[in-house]
């Protein structure tokens, strides 16, 4: 079982699983999936 990542913990987007992504606040199953679909992200702009 993954736990919810704290504040300062890092996560790599583009290597994150869908699990790991849902364990931030405000990420769901929907948004995991497109997150997952837009990779590779070379910076944080990238996602908007």
């Known amino acids: 079982?993954?736990?919810r990542l704290r504040?300062?913990?890092l996560l790599d987007l583009n290597t994150?699983?869908?699990k790991e992504?849902?364990?931030i606040k405000g990420i769901g199953p929907i948004l995991a999936k497109r997150i997952?679909?837009?990779r590779p992200y070379k910076t944080v702009d990238d996602l908007y």
């Open 1 to 3: 079982m993954i736990e």
């Open 7 to 9: 504040d300062l913990d």
């Open 16 to 18: 994150a699983t869908k």
């Open 21 to 23: 992504l849902q364990s």
């Open 36 to 38: 997952i679909a837009g």
